[in-house]
């Protein structure tokens, strides 16, 4: 029998799609023959606007891009700015850096986790992702007065101090998520259905992954052993003791599993960072809620003015984001703004695998893949 | 007067007909009532009001169960995600399904201008109306059914495999690719699980030798060695696991939401739905999970009947019947919901290869020991 292919618009509007993504799906039933991705719904010209914007002032901008981790964009940007101009941070200050990064990260893989689930049906890990992310949120909210889009890290350091209290409350959230991410194993891993959908489900060969330049623990599902944090270390990650996850089965399962490891590795570096952290100096304890903006030096903060001008020249640095690799490329004409900004996300480049992925699965494989591959469009689109 | 005469006799009624003429007799407005009737030549439309005020209690008790269920869902759901759920409507949100009801009347009821108009309007009706007519044959309680049809197993399979078609009226008529996929889906499915749903009913059959639904309470009456009740679930333990997958494969429920699989296909079969007809087809998915329920737990847990219902006084036990059949309905409803909410859905492929490859050839293998065993006298 003759039948004809049916071409679906999935998104711009859609349950899930995350956000405003669109495919272009050919279906031969329920078999997609051909994926096309159509993304710029959300294209804010962020790039162009760091061009507008002096250095200090471009740090709001870059919570924006990912709003799962804004903590990691603020971090990039920042360090590739440091390393422009040649800024030397407290230790403290890094050590807080690496809290609030691996603190994020444990978010960003619960988000992800929850909405995985959620696309696959089960209405139940969402809640439980949001409960416990509902508890890290209350620390940055301690950090730094904001939830979400944070402008925390500065160049030279960070904006304020931990407020006393921190610390213990940290604690209990380290000791409490041990305990969760078993329960959330108990529900999600196990389960035959669950396995059913991601076994075998959207794979792809190591070498096609690291072709379409995926990075982070969409990579390392495939069994590469990619970390930006052992590749290239910076901050204080060459002192911590932490292994990179990664799993060898190049499916969905694989990727999925990469994350609850390393919510767990996340653990064990705070657990580290809490140990490790240098004592601040009792003058500098700054307040919760008072905002030092004045650009003295504190305990977390070298002296930085607010307007500099870093020497002519360009810097490409990049970390490990939760979703993979970030890079900041800026380049600088020796003025108070970047000459130019341009933002290597994660979310964009292992966006891209996806139509090689899913051809020859049905819409729910789709669904899957996509979920595993943690896309967040702020930061697909900048 | 009326509880002594039904407590000292030991009177059965074949439906909730003869309860409520036998109700009327006892009162002594029957006769009168009737030789009115009788000597306008119009007694038949006596029966006929009777008939109705029957229906309308129906009616009323199937609409105020929808309500309750829609509120029990969300409360299930609320302890499983750890939250509360509706709390501001009324005590513990109780009131939420009237506030539901009356913001679906108030939305604007929208036409897509491509969609087939007539057809686009009649099939919530006809979604709603199958999943209303089963009700008619199930067995409330002791005395307290319709209608005891001869052919009420059958009856109730047909009527549910009747709703598909209505599904996929709305998934074409509304012209949208999405609903025409979820309409596919849900035929595919149903008829994938009508089949093993109906194979293991058929075992029951085996063991009662008649299709009625009464027949079948009936034969669970009883226990043995005094403590186990004698329900088909002990008889049919793998019979029970089949139905009672495919029951949920009926009532379009995670793990086997396809018509709807709101993640792929938006909302399935109804996206284009709004306003009152989307209530329709929310109020029958509602209507179908009681009545599915209701039919599990005819057929394998023993219906209305308990271990020594019958010491009970005569007069008691239609109401104490009401309240088991109740009880074990929503022990089944709330298993229903628990699952929902706890596993994710299956795809369509691993559902129909499931059904197809696993449990038809289980049923008909469930079927075959039966009859073999049955066969030999095991059971006598």
Redesign the interface.
Known sequence: MKTDELLINMGPVHPSTHGVLRFKLTMDGEIIRNCEIVMGYLHRGTEKLGEMKTYMQFVPYTDRLDYMSAFANNYAYVKAVEELAGIEVPLRAEYIRVLTLELNRIVNHLVMIGSLLLDLGASTMIMYGFRERENALALFDMLCGARMTFNYIKPGGVREDMPEGFIPKLNEFINDMDKRIDDYEQLVSGNEIFMGRMKGIGVMSAQDAINYGMTGPSLRGHGVNYDIRKLEPYSVYPDLDFKVCVRNECDSFARYMVRIDEMRESLHILRQVVDAMPPAKPASQAKYGIAPMTGAPTAVSTYFPRIFTPPPGEVYSRIEAPKGELGFYIVSDGTIKPYRIKIRSPSFCNLTAIPKMVEGLMIPDLIAAFGTIDVVLGDVDR | MLFLAMWTGDIMFANAYELIVFILNFIGIYEPINNIFKTLGIEYILRIIIVFAEIAVLLVFALLTIMFLTWMERKV?AM????YGPMVTGPRGLLQPVMDGVKLIGKEDIIPAKADRWVFTLAPFLVFIPALLIFIPLPFGESLIISDLKVGLLYLIAISALSPIAILLAGWSSNN??SL?GAMRAVAQDISYTIPLALSAIAIVLFTGSLSTVDIVTAQNGTWFGFIPKWFIFLQPLGFILFLIASIAEMGR??F?FQE??????AGFFTEYSGIKFAMFFLAEYAHLFSVSAIVVTLFLGGWSFPYLSLLPAAVVPLISLGVFLVKTYAVIFFAMWLR??????????LLNLGWKIMIPLALLNLLVTGFLLTIGVFQ
């Open positions: 759901v499983v995600q750890a939250r690719k999405y996929m995670i793990p939401d699989s709101e993640q792929e296909l938006v909410h706890t596993v994710p859905r299956v795809r369509i492929d691993q």
